[in-house]
T-cell receptor, first 114, second 112 residues
Framework: EAGVAQSPRYKIIEKRQSVAFWCNPI?????LYWYQQILGQGPKLLIQ????????DSQLPKDRFSAERLKGVDSTLKIQPAKLEDSAVYLC????????????FGSGTRLTVV | GQQVMQIPQYQHVQEGEDFTTYCNSS?????IQWYKQRPGGHPVFLIQ?????EVKKQKRLTFQFGEAKKNSSLHITATQTTDVGTYFC????????????FGKGTKLSVIP
């Protein structure tokens, strides 16, 4: 089966600019997650979708981050405006449902804010 | 909130030596998962442990879940250069919450 697709693979922007990341989960996976992985740390959940509804966005910095999954398939994560501390790898993961035994991660988008 | 801690942060071993990483949670977990992330790669699921005291093996890898379901370990016997990467544990507290909380990982280097 095809994996979780993410784009772009790399992105370099200046602080205060905006950026968007795209994720296409595995077909049939109802649950989609966005994680932020800062260098040297473990992934941190930003937001979890079940179909097109938000299940958990408690750790999403809502003043600058937003995410949507309008049709319950693809998802986009946006940062506006970006700060230096947003430099990280943004990982998208999907699972069949919230109680699924494992998540499948995409290759991630490496964001550098200069 | 739930915290998952891993030690050591780094481990350098000679090829052929054993390696162990430990994971501790501040709360009781309904299950724990282990992931491996190769340099420049993304986390890849290895295994999930659910039962108290559970032990699972995958070739040279042995995973354990503590009796109190608050700690876990991953042991690699006779490391190989292909084992290089960062190993993460991730805990799921359950009780209606499906948020997976990752530890900071243990970065394994294998010296040939």
């Amino acid at each position: 089966e095809a994996g979780v697709a993410q784009s772009p693979r790399y992105k370099i922007i200046e602080k205060r600019q905006s950026v968007a990341f795209w994720c296409n989960p595995i077909s049939g996976h109802a649950t989609l997650y966005w994680y932020q992985q800062i260098l040297g740390q473990g992934p941190k959940l930003l937001i979890q979708f079940q179909n097109n509804g938000v299940v958990d966005d408690s750790q999403l910095p809502k003043d600058r981050f937003s995410a949507e999954r309008l049709k319950g398939v693809d998802s986009t994560l946006k940062i506006q405006p970006a700060k230096l501390e947003d430099s990280a790898v943004y990982l998208c993961a999907s699972s069949l449902d919230p109680s699924a035994r494992s998540y499948t991660f995409g290759s991630g988008t490496r964001l550098t804010v200069v | 909130g739930q915290q998952v801690m891993q030690i050591p942060q780094y481990q350098h071993v000679q090829e052929g030596e054993d390696f162990t990483t430990y994971c501790n949670s501040s709360t009781t977990l309904s299950n724990i998962q282990w992931y491996k992330q190769r340099p420049g790669g993304h986390p890849v699921f290895l295994i999930q442990l659910v039962k108290s005291g559970e032990v699972k093996k995958q070739k040279r890898l042995t995973f354990q879940f503590g009796e109190a379901k608050k700690n876990s370990s991953l042991h690699i016997t006779a490391t190989q250069t292909t084992d290089v990467g960062t190993y993460f544990c991730a805990g799921w507290s359950g009780a209606g919450s499906y948020q997976l909380t990752f530890g900071k990982g243990t970065k394994l280097s294998v010296i040939p």
